[in-house]
Nanobody, 121 residues
Framework: QVQLMQSGGGVVQAGGSLRLSCAAS????????FEWYRESPGKQRELVAA???????DYADSVKGRFTISKDDAKKTVYLQMNGLKRDETAVYYC???????????????WGQGTQVTVSS
């Protein structure tokens, strides 16, 4: 059974920084690809950042140069470093992760529970 546990949200002033974490537990051989999304009231869930299994990254235009997606294989954790946060980036942030769970190539894909990020003025 694979589980994802998010942490690192909170309240930050505009212009500040936060680092979100998403730790995977269970029988995991490798983290493959992963994404971070955000959702705020009245808006559709938005892809913020993604990283492929080859290490290629992609970011929403609005966060390029300010957000960084990364992972720590030893800790089985993925991260989203957010700098220069803006008020309209207040949202619930979700990680979505694909992991390899068997040498035969079987993978598991799941979502974190979400974490609230509130950017104040």
């Amino acid at each position: 059974q694979v589980q994802l546990m998010q942490s690192g949200g909170g309240v930050v002033q505009a212009g500040g920084s936060l680092r979100l974490s998403c730790a995977a537990s269970g029988h995991i051989l490798r983290i493959n690809e992963f994404e971070w999304y955000r959702e705020s009231p009245g808006k559709q869930r938005e892809l913020v950042a993604a990283r492929t299994r080859n290490g290629e990254t992609d970011y929403a235009d609005s966060v390029k140069g300010r957000f960084t997606i990364s992972k720590d294989d030893a800790k089985k954790t993925v991260y989203l470093q957010m700098n220069g946060l803006k008020r309209d980036e207040t949202a619930v942030y979700y990680c979505a992760v694909e992991v390899l769970i068997d040498l035969d190539g079987t993978t598991w894909y799941g979502w974190g529970q979400g974490t609230q990020v509130t950017v104040s003025s």
